[in-house]
């Protein structure tokens, strides 16, 4: 094939490829200490991606397509949590695509903000069977993942889209209306979390985006708030 050498790619090349192109030179000359750590925040996702790909820890696995681990950028101010995969996510592998993440993509864009900017992942990753809701032990068992993608991405502001989502996230059993418009934090990290519907629930019941728009505009002073 005209190749002499044979050069083995670890991990950090990989995850260095993925960064934009213009900051890959930075990268290797090691002059932006801000894209060093996102360049190691990219290296420690994709690892944790191939182990969630692999993962068999509830029965979710036997009649997933794929898993879908979570898309966007390593160090997002902003990170989406969903309930779980449905169709299309299983499909094409990313959370929140086809009408409903084109609803979430319109969403966040109501905010300033663009769909590559943020974080996106679910509660767990895989698809549930006839998507119905995630039974405890499947949350549990994608618990850690979760938590990891968290503490990775350190996020400055969590949305919480749909009822699974928010009662996971917060340990509650509370409905999604009681929990919208009050003032939450994580658990563990102590990351604000902004309770919404989720954008499914929205197509089905458009006049609650009226509500919707009032937490995406507390996601917005949230952000805007100084560190």
């Not at 900017?117 to 119905?132: E, L």
């Not at 340990?171 to 003032?183: E, F, S, V």
């Amino acid at each position: 094939m005209g190749i002499t050498v044979w050069q083995r790619r670890n991990a950090r090349d990989g995850a260095k490829n993925i960064l934009p192109a213009e900051t890959r030179d930075q990268v290797s000359a090691g002059a932006i200490p801000a894209v060093q750590a996102a360049s190691q925040r990219l290296v420690e996702l994709e690892s944790l991606r191939l182990e969630v790909s692999r993962c068999t820890k509830c029965a979710l696995h036997e009649t997933r397509t794929q898993t879908v681990f979570g898309v966007g950028s390593p160090d997002a101010q902003l990170m989406v949590i969903g309930e779980a995969p449905g169709a299309d996510e299983d499909r094409q592998g990313e959370p929140f695509v086809g009408r409903a993440g084109r609803l979430l993509n319109a969403m966040l864009g109501a905010v300033g903000l663009r769909r590559e900017t943020v974080y996106i992942a679910n509660i767990v990753k895989c698809r549930p069977p006839k998507n119905r809701d995630p039974r405890p032990e499947e949350t549990a068992s994608c618990g850690a993942y979760l938590k990891a993608q968290i503490d990775l991405v350190k996020p400055a502001v969590i949305l919480a889209a749909g009822r699974v989502a928010a009662q996971n996230l917060l340990g509650t059993t509370a409905a999604i209306g009681r929990l919208r418009g009050q003032d939450h934090r994580h658990p563990e990290t102590g990351i604000p979390i902004v309770v919404t519907y989720h954008p499914a629930y929205l197509l089905r019941s458009p006049a609650e985006k009226r509500k919707s728009w009032e937490d995406l505009k507390r996601v917005r002073r949230l952000l805007q708030e100084p560190a």
